[in-house]
């Protein structure tokens, strides 16, 4: 990260997000700032609060107290289908893709965004929409390629493997042009090799596109290989943050995964 990048407001800011379920603490005043042009990994063990958080960014659920800001703007007034007004896409640790359309129909969706129209335009086929589309299709081609799917392209998603339908969904979260991408266990199902190329893929996108991620992820090997920080959870609490070596070297991360010995 550059000095200038580490400056200034932060792209995401979480301050002090709470999430209580009827009596139960799912999160428990949880900061932390994401600048942009990070890689931010979110880990902790099962039930420490991480799709949770996720869910709320994405405006799934509404914290129960604390603020959720993207460019110094509180996003929690905003409705689950309005968010990527604010520049946030998302993708879905088990895989949330429409199964009996192609390939190329599901990355219109994300495309879709970004578009206007009303039904007499679009039934008049006015100039303007004519001209959206192109470029809709444009950039939905350039997502493909970019992505390796045009062998794919024209196919049903419920018949391609799970590997191919993960990079499905990543190119609908990319054609919404997001500013920052939460990526929600990309990793889970595949294979070492997958897993290699894929952490490959997550930097090529936020140095080719610019776009900041957040990643939730228990892959450990794949976080700490890509992430320039990393906030550690557990029981809903913020546990530990800093350098991906920092937060693996601490002793309450370390316990959290593996037990003390009088345990």
């Excluded at 520049?87 to 429409?98: D, E, M």
């Excluded at 390796?148 to 493997?161: C, E, I, T």
């Excluded at 969904?169 to 199902?189: F, N, Q, S, T, V």
């Amino acid at each position: 990260m550059s000095a200038q990048a580490s400056q200034g407001q932060p792209l995401l800011a979480v301050r002090d997000v709470s999430v209580v379920f009827g009596g139960i603490v799912a999160l428990n005043s949880v900061s932390f700032d994401m600048r942009k042009g990070q890689i931010l990994g979110l880990i902790g063990p099962n039930g420490a609060g991480k799709t949770t958080l996720f869910n709320c960014l994405s405006r799934l659920y509404q914290p129960s107290k604390g603020d959720i800001l993207v460019d110094g703007e509180s996003i929690l007034k905003r409705p689950a289908h309005r968010i990527c007004d604010a520049g946030i896409g998302r993708t879905f640790q088990n895989v949330a893709l429409f199964p009996n359309l192609s390939v190329l129909d599901n990355i219109r969706i994300g495309a879709h965004a970004h578009t206007k129209g009303d039904i007499l335009s679009d039934a008049l086929h006015l100039p303007w929409t004519r001209r959206q589309e192109r470029m809709l299709n444009q950039r939905v081609d350039a997502i493909v390629d970019y992505l390796d799917l045009h062998d794919d392209r024209d196919s049903l998603v419920s018949g391609l493997p799970f590997g191919t339908q993960k990079r499905v969904e990543l190119a609908r979260a990319l054609a919404a042009e997001p500013k920052i991408l939460l990526l929600d266990e990309p990793a889970g199902g595949l294979n070492h090799e997958e897993v290699y190329v894929l952490g490959d893929l997550i930097k090529r996108i936020r140095d080719d596109h610019g776009i900041t991620v957040l990643l939730v992820e228990h892959h450990m090997g794949l976080v700490m290989s890509i992430a320039n920080h990393v906030v550690a959870l557990n029981f809903g609490s913020k546990l530990a943050e800093g350098t991906p070596a920092e937060v693996q070297a601490n002793p309450d991360v370390i316990k959290a995964y593996l037990g003390s010995k009088d345990q």
